[in-house]
């Protein structure tokens, strides 16, 4: 079991998962009907990544909240790292959002409210990162971060629910209560590919907490070795 | 639309997708393998400034 969630493991299953995904989505699945055509294609990794860019924002979330409860630099790192990532997923969401737009309602952007609340996370979060690089004292860094962290969340229900709340926007509701809008085979393609990315995201993860390890290490034998 | 058009754009899509992936992939392997290597030098430079001093402290 432990083998299974290691990270070179998890970075494996991840790249089967998000190939077979894709290979479905292209081959086995129909090309939309709709207006979209062949650009639905885009959706096997874009919804994934969009939903993966959430999943690690509620984790910072979680992690901000364990450490301010708990005070272990532990779950700082979490938070940080999972702040980190998801805002790699973000990026690659506005990315291949604005090329579906451009593709499907030729326009790269149209501030409606899907897209500029997840544009808000956006700016939130890179203020998070901000925010960590002015302060030094490594406790009082932590603290505020988690602070930030804990009120940035809250645009990510509201990011969320943007569609489904004010659904006279451009972007559509993929997945509703009941109904995922989606064929057999395109739904088992979408979900095999958000499998992927969560695992990739478990792999990033694991990774860079290690790094973040590795640097604390690198600090307290600096120090040791300069005190 | 035509299928010729929306492959332009799902490629693109595709392709960025892939090359940032790979781009924080390779490059955090990297940190990793450097942070290890810093460890190791560091832990050997430890040891070697902690032996003649262990040593005078024994005799």
Same mark, same amino acid.
């Given at each position: 079991?432990?083998?299974?969630? %290691? &990270?070179?493991?998890?970075?494996?299953?991840?790249?089967?998962?998000?190939?077979?995904?894709?290979?479905?989505?292209?081959?086995?699945?129909?090309?939309?009907?709709? %207006?979209?055509?062949?650009?639905?294609?885009?959706?096997?990794?874009?919804?994934?990544?969009?939903?993966?860019?959430?999943?690690?924002?509620?984790?910072?979330?979680? &992690?901000?909240?364990?450490?301010?409860?708990?005070?272990?630099?532990?779950?700082?790192?979490?938070?940080?790292?999972?702040?980190?990532?998801?805002?790699?997923?973000?990026?690659?969401?506005?990315?291949?959002?604005?090329?579906?737009?451009?593709?499907?309602?030729?326009?790269?952007?149209?501030?409606?409210?899907?897209?500029?609340?997840?544009?808000?996370?956006?700016?939130?979060?890179?203020?998070?990162?901000?925010?960590?690089?002015?302060?030094?004292?490594?406790?009082?860094?932590?603290?505020?971060?988690?602070?930030?962290?804990?009120?940035?969340?809250?645009?990510?229900?509201?990011?969320?629910?943007?569609?489904?709340?004010?659904?006279?926007?451009?972007?559509?509701?993929?997945?509703?209560?009941?109904?995922?809008?989606?064929?057999? %085979?395109?739904?088992?393609?979408?979900?095999?590919?958000?499998?992927?990315?969560?695992?990739?995201?478990?792999?990033?993860?694991?990774?860079?907490?290690?790094?973040?390890?590795?640097?604390?290490?690198?600090?307290?034998?600096?120090?040791?070795?300069?005190? | 639309? %035509?299928?010729?058009?929306?492959?332009?754009?799902?490629?693109? &899509?595709?392709?960025?997708?892939?090359?940032?992936?790979?781009?924080?992939?390779?490059?955090?392997?990297?940190?990793?393998?450097?942070?290890?290597?810093?460890?190791?030098?560091?832990?050997?430079?430890?040891?070697?400034?902690?032996?003649? &001093?262990?040593?005078?402290?024994?005799?």
């Amino acid at each position: 079991m432990k083998k299974l969630v %290691s &990270a070179p493991a998890l970075f494996a299953e991840a790249g089967i998962c998000l190939i077979v995904g894709l290979l479905l989505g292209f081959w086995w699945a129909p090309v939309d009907a709709s %207006s979209l055509g062949f650009s639905q294609k885009i959706f096997y990794y874009h919804a994934p990544i969009a939903e993966t860019a959430l999943v690690a924002f509620g984790v910072a979330f979680v &992690a901000a909240i364990a450490y301010l409860r708990t005070g272990r630099l532990t779950w700082d790192r979490l938070s940080y790292v999972s702040v980190r990532l998801g805002l790699l997923f973000s990026i690659l969401v506005m990315l291949t959002g604005m090329i579906w737009g451009k593709a499907a309602w030729d326009t790269w952007w149209a501030w409606e409210p899907r897209l500029t609340t997840f544009l808000l996370v956006c700016f939130l979060y890179a203020a998070y990162w901000v925010l960590r690089s002015v302060v030094d004292e490594e406790q009082h860094r932590a603290t505020y971060a988690a602070v930030f962290a804990i009120i940035a969340f809250i645009d990510v229900p509201i990011t969320f629910f943007a569609t489904r709340f004010l659904p006279e926007g451009l972007h559509p509701v993929v997945i509703t209560t009941g109904d995922t809008g989606m064929e057999g %085979s395109m739904l088992v393609s979408f979900l095999i590919s958000m499998l992927g990315m969560t695992l990739l995201l478990a792999a990033l993860t694991r990774r860079d907490l290690a790094i973040e390890k590795l640097k604390d290490r690198v600090a307290d034998l600096k120090s040791t070795i300069g005190g | 639309m %035509s299928i010729e058009e929306g492959v332009k754009f799902v490629a693109s &899509a595709y392709a960025i997708i892939l090359a940032v992936l790979m781009i924080y992939y390779f490059m955090s392997a990297r940190r990793v393998r450097a942070l290890q290597r810093d460890v190791q030098l560091l832990e050997d430079e430890a040891k070697r400034r902690q032996g003649p &001093a262990g040593g005078a402290g024994a005799e």
